[in-house]
T-cell receptor, first 115, second 114 residues
Framework: EAGVAQSPRYKIIEKRQSVAFWCNPI?????LYWYQQILGQGPKLLIQ????????DSQLPKDRFSAERLKGVDSTLKIQPAKLEDSAVYLC?????????????FGPGTRLLVL | AQSVAQPEDQVNVAEGNPLTVKCTYS??????LFWYVQYPNRGLQFLLK??????LVKGSYGFEAEFNKSQTSFHLKKPSALVSDSALYFC????????????FGQGTTLQVKP
């Protein structure tokens, strides 16, 4: 079974530029998550989708971050404009459902450096 | 508010010795607890989880974790450490809200020396 795919793996941009990350979850997984992992910290949830609907985006900085999952499969996370403090690893995860016992499976992440 | 604490930034152990990585949690209601491992430049890999039942949970790569409700702990253990176990380990608790997001600790670096 293929795992969660993410691209690109690395991205370097200057502040105020825009950037987009792509995620393809494990086949059949209805729930998709985007996490931000700042160096030295644990991942923090940015947004959670159930199929193509948003379940939780309470920690997403909506003035600059946006995400979509139009067909309920793959997803895109965008930052516009980027700030220095957005430098982090962006992890995508998926699970079959969104029950509390469900295991989330993570992709390799996209490492973003904002200069 | 739910939270997870990993009191040690780094744990050092000699190869072949037992290892323990500590985790304590704070959550209202029954906890759903998870351990993940992260190797350099890679995503998080699921190790094991506690949902209910036996307090000793067995997981991947010979790891196990002991759930202790009275001490609100979920320590990760392995009887005999390998150099290849050296990595960053995260404990997480499932939020009790409707969304059930994972709340992670800050991570513990495990260094296994030959």
């Amino acid at each position: 079974e293929a795992g969660v795919a993410q691209s690109p793996r690395y991205k370097i941009i200057e502040k105020r530029q825009s950037v987009a990350f792509w995620c393809n979850p494990i086949s059949g997984h209805a729930t998709l998550y985007w996490y931000q992992q700042i160096l030295g910290q644990g991942p923090k949830l940015l947004i959670q989708f159930q199929n193509n609907g948003v379940v939780d985006d309470s920690q997403l900085p909506k003035d600059r971050f946006s995400a979509e999952r139009l067909k309920g499969v793959d997803s895109t996370l965008k930052i516009q404009p980027a700030k220095l403090e957005d430098s982090a690893v962006y992890l995508c995860a998926s699970s079959l459902g969104w029950g509390r016992a469900e295991t989330q499976y993570f992709g390799p992440g996209t490492r973003l450096l904002v200069l | 508010a739910q939270s997870v604490a990993q009191p040690e930034d780094q744990v050092n152990v000699a190869e072949g010795n037992p290892l323990t990585v500590k985790c304590t949690y704070s959550v209202s209601g029954n906890p759903y607890l998870f351990w993940y491992v992260q190797y350099p430049n890679r995503g998080l890999q699921f190790l094991l989880k506690y949902i209910t039942g036996d307090n000793l949970v067995k997981g991947s790569y010979g790891f196990e974790a002991e759930f202790n409700k009275s001490q609100t702990s979920f320590h990760l253990k392995k009887p005999s450490a390998l150099v290849s176990d050296s990595a960053l380990y995260f404990c997480a608790v499932r939020d009790t809200s409707n969304t059930g997001k994972l709340i992670f600790g800050q991570g513990t670096t495990l260094q296994v020396k030959p």
